[in-house]
């Protein structure tokens, strides 16, 4: 039952010993400078002075594409044990999916009206 | 420890050992040939000096990226800067523990393992957006802001492509999946309306979540430098070149394995088939890539939201039918 | 759908290309054929005697438009092989990173002692790779090819056609036409036009006063030449009716003349 996991966990700790490995790997083999320059240092703006820090406040419309994935996924999250029981529910199971994912497309059609899957 | 757990963590241990491996070697492989291909696509020859035909070009360039020197930016979040090259290549690969590479050949056969791919392959936001976030540069800030953008969005598609073959075969896990294609026929073959254009819905899905041509926004090396690698030299870099690579080697596999039938094939063994069909869908990622041009930002959402995830609902439900109602469809 | 199918084309466009000859040559294995009148470094040849033929006059070094010619020399001395006294470069040396390839200096030399190669300079890992020094360009002589434009062929082509003969070929058109088409057949410059016909036309021309001192100034712009010749038939007649005004025989008659020359210059080259 748990054996699947155990493997998955196994197989992750390899693929970290890849991904640190390499790391560190290079830790050894790569060159050192040895004059140390604060202009190395500094973030890259095509040359320029940067202006100021990268971290600021960004566009909203990459909120509403996060709030449309949720919304779609957990959608799938339903659909997925339904899709592997499907042949044994037999029709109901299908009309109530449909019936279900009629509803959200109905809001689907409505984000659509809104304009709200515009990327403006 | 008991037994059974410590054989499980050693078969994942070995198996996992040989797949990454292996698909570290092939991925080099492909650099390979896809520098030949483009070459020639473009009446270039490619690499030629690095060995016989320009072979050990990709550990000439691995080798040329390790010895770089290490340059963090001084106003970067460093935690973050350095955990997000590691975790984009551990996440990239971990995709690959499900995967069955022949009837035998795989690291762990989840009874979920579809859930499982998605997730893992829905974790490469975070890293993305780490190294994005902490780089602390308006370009990777941009670039990590639109791969997440186009991540999440072709993460519906994807997820919906993907609920085709569980429909058919009524099983989440790859290996099912596969059984089920070898019992009866490769879903891309039959049942051919939902399943061909499933495949190329997971296809172009694919494409976008592994950030490829046409829908390499967040990289947009003409107006982002070079996206959320910016700030990044050496093994840090190759670590994300490497992850983005085998993205795309991991979600040619699963391709083959849900739409292809995996290991399926006539006269060798279940391995060459998979490797095969892995292969070949690996090229075509770069045959598209050196043939296409880049999408805009606002046709990239369209065709998302508006084209491609009301045309998976419709699939998906296309699948359910089939299964219900097709004469033979649900055996 | 439709950039799907667009993108199909696309693709099978990529496709297609595989398939065919690369482009590219691996350069210093394989030398693609150059152009005819390709000039790619310079050469400092010897002249007959077997020592540098340059006399550092340094009219090259003056005209170079982006002075990269540095001549210097430890003024005249006794020359070993001949004994004369004579002046020579004791040190030259050219910069091909700013080159242009004018290929002036070799216009105005006048001891053809600088000529243009074929053959580029090997590719260096530093800028002085390519300051070429005087050994370099006394090697180069000896084991590169030098391009169309040795010697005195650019100034013979620069040189304004020898108008002053012309009135003295129109009197006497048999001794004339000999040494013209000799002096024009040496150099391989197809724009100096054989004056062989010039006599007959101007011949036909009799009754015009035509001073032939009016016809050396436009004779002396080949440039119109072409028009010149188109205009011709409308000329003519022009010219025939009024014998009496200067300024239209002037105009007219010299270019029916330089139309006849271009025309026999056509003939001639073929």
């Known amino acids: 039952m748990h054996s699947g996991w155990l493997s998955v966990f196994a197989f992750l700790v390899v693929s970290s010993l890849i991904g640190f490995g390499l790391l560190a790997a290079s830790r050894v083999i790569r060159v050192r400078s040895k004059s140390d320059s604060p202009l190395k240092h500094r973030t890259y703006e095509c040359g320029e002075e940067p202006a100021g820090l990268a971290w600021m406040q960004f566009h909203a419309r990459y909120y509403v594409v996060a709030i449309f994935f949720v919304l779609f996924d957990v959608e799938a999250v339903f659909l997925f044990p339904w899709a592997v029981v499907l042949r044994e529910l037999g029709s109901a199971a299908f009309v109530a999916a449909v019936l279900f994912v009629v509803v959200l497309m109905l809001g689907w059609l409505y984000a659509l009206r809104k304009e709200a899957l515009q990327w403006q | 420890m008991n037994p059974a757990t410590q054989s499980a963590l050693i078969h994942g241990a070995v198996y996992g050992t040989i797949v990454c491996l292996a698909v570290l070697t092939s991925i080099a492989m492909g650099i390979w040939f896809e520098r030949k291909f483009a070459g020639r696509m473009q009446s270039r020859i490619g690499p030629t000096y690095t060995g016989p035909v320009g072979l050990l070009q990709p550990v000439a360039d691995v080798v040329k990226l390790l010895q770089k020197e290490d340059i963090i930016p001084r106003d970067a979040d460093h935690a973050l800067f350095n955990l997000a090259p590691p975790l984009a290549a551990i996440f990239s690969l971990a995709a690959a523990a499900v995967v069955p590479f022949s009837a035998k050949v795989i690291s762990a056969d989840l009874d979920v393992g579809v859930v499982y791919i998605l997730g893992v392959g829905g974790l490469m936001v975070v890293p993305t957006f780490m190294a994005g976030w902490s780089s602390n540069n308006k370009f990777a800030l941009l670039g990590g802001m639109r791969a997440i953008a186009q991540s999440v969005s072709y993460g519906v598609p994807l997820v919906l492509a993907t609920m085709v073959p569980v429909v058919l075969a009524g099983s989440l896990s790859v290996s099912g999946i596969v059984d089920w294609q070898a019992t009866h026929h490769w879903f891309a073959v039959w049942p051919i309306l939902p399943g061909l254009p499933a495949f190329l819905l997971f296809y172009l899905a694919m494409l976008a979540e592994s950030n490829r041509i046409p829908f390499d926004i967040p990289e947009a090396e003409s107006e982002l430098v070079a996206g959320i690698t910016t700030e990044y030299t050496g093994a840090k870099f190759t670590l994300f070149y490497m992850a983005e690579y085998v993205h795309t080697m991991v979600g040619s596999a699963v391709a083959a394995a849900l739409f292809f039938g995996g290991w399926d094939g006539p006269f060798a063994p279940g391995l060459h088939w998979m490797v095969l069909k892995t292969l070949l869908i690996f090229v075509s990622v770069y045959w598209v890539r050196w043939s296409l041009v880049r999408f805009r930002s606002d046709q990239l959402m369209d065709l998302c939201w508006k084209r491609l995830t009301p045309l998976g609902l419709g699939l998906v439900f296309l699948a359910a039918a089939f299964v219900q109602y097709w004469p033979g469809g649900a055996r | ?270």
């Not at chain 3, 003056?62 to 004791?90: F, L, M, N, W």
């Not at chain 3, 082509?157 to 000799?182: C, I, R, S, T």
């Open chain 3, 1 to 270: 759908m439709g950039y799907f199918i667009d993108s199909l084309k696309a693709m099978a466009t990529t496709f297609r290309q595989i398939f065919r000859k690369p482009a590219t040559y691996e350069y210093p294995e394989v030398i693609r054929p150059r152009a005819e009148r390709l000039r790619a470094s310079f050469a400092l040849p010897d002249d007959e005697n077997g020592e540098l033929a340059c006399i550092a006059c340094m009219a090259c070094e003056k005209i170079c438009p982006s002075q990269i010619i540095h001549i210097k020399s430890e003024g005249k001395r006794e020359s070993p092989v001949t004994g004369k006294k004579r002046q020579y470069a004791d040190t030259f040396v050219l910069d091909l990173t700013a080159c242009i390839g004018c290929e002036l200096c070799v216009q105005v030399c006048n001891s053809n002692a600088i000529y243009m190669v074929r053959e580029q300079e090997v590719p260096g890992f530093e800028r002085e790779d390519l300051v070429l020094n005087l050994e370099r360009l006394r090697a180069n002589a000896k084991s590169k090819t030098a391009a169309w434009a040795k010697g005195t062929v650019l100034q013979e082509m620069q040189e304004l056609p020898k108008a002053e003969k012309k009135p003295a070929a129109e009197k006497k058109p048999a001794p004339e036409k000999k040494p013209a088409a000799d002096a024009t057949a040496a150099p391989p410059g197809d724009e100096k036009p054989a004056p062989e016909k010039k006599p007959v036309a101007e011949k036909k021309e009799t009754p015009a006063p035509a001073a032939p001192a009016d016809a050396t100034p436009a004779a002396a712009a080949p440039a119109e030449a072409a028009p010149a010749a188109e205009a011709k038939a409308a000329a003519k007649p022009d010219a025939e009716a009024k014998p009496d005004g200067e300024a239209k025989p002037k105009e007219a008659e010299p270019a029916k003349a330089e139309g006849a020359k271009s025309d026999a210059a056509k003939e001639a080259s073929a």
